[in-house]
């Protein structure tokens, strides 16, 4: 069984994760609990896989950008599309 690596957000992402609407926030929990389950579950976000700890997660209305460390996620990046 895999490590559970809680989520922790830079205060841009977090604040541009609460700007986003309920809906949209809903999409992105699920999104980054399967995540925090399993780190590698989402794609890297290099596309010349030239650095594997960051990885993309992609909604029908969201995009957010992780970094797998020790332990945790750090979320760094989030854009509403």
């Given amino acids: 069984m895999s490590e559970h690596h809680p989520a922790k957000f830079s205060s841009e992402a977090g604040q541009a ?12 929990r699920s999104a980054l609990e399967k995540a925090e389950a399993d780190p590698c579950s989402w794609p890297q976000a290099d596309r010349y896989d ?4 960051v990885r993309v997660v992609a909604t029908a209305d969201a995009i957010v ?3 797998v460390l020790p332990g945790r996620l750090w979320v760094f990046a989030a854009l509403e599309l």
């Fill in 17 to 28: 994760i609460r700007s986003m609407p309920q809906h949209v926030r809903e999409q992105l």
């Fill in 50 to 53: 030239a650095d594997p700890t």
């Fill in 65 to 67: 950008h992780y970094a």
